[in-house]
C-alpha cells in the first residue's frame, strides 16, 4: 500500500473527524508517552497497513490529519 500523507491536524475535536477532504485524529491521553494510529485494510487483517507515530501534542491531545483517508476507514491506537 502506498504512503499515506501526513499533516500536523488540529487537537480539536476528539476522535476522527472528516472534513469533506481528509481526517483529523485526536485522542486524549494524560499519561501517554508515545502514540501510533494504526490503519487497516480489512477487519480481518491481523496487521495495520501504516502505523504512523503521532508527533504532534497539544497539551494532552495527540493528532495528525491524514488527507488521504476517507469516512469508514478501519483504525485503531497504540498508545505507551
Known amino acids: 500500500m502506498p504512503s499515506l500523507r501526513v499533516w500536523p491536524g488540529t487537537p480539536y475535536p476528539l476522535g476522527a473527524t472528516w472534513d469533506g477532504e481528509g481526517t483529523n485524529f485526536a485522542i486524549f491521553s494524560e499519561h501517554a508517552t ?5 490503519i487497516f485494510a480489512s477487519p480481518d487483517d491481523a496487521e495495520e497497513t501504516h502505523r504512523i507515530e503521532l508527533t504532534e501534542r497539544t497539551d494532552l491531545i495527540w493528532h495528525a490529519y491524514l488527507p ?3 469516512p469508514g476507514q478501519l ?3 497504540r498508545v505507551d
Open 34 to 38: 508515545g502514540v501510533e494510529l494504526c
Open 75 to 77: 483504525y485503531g491506537y
Open 68 to 70: 488521504d483517508v476517507r
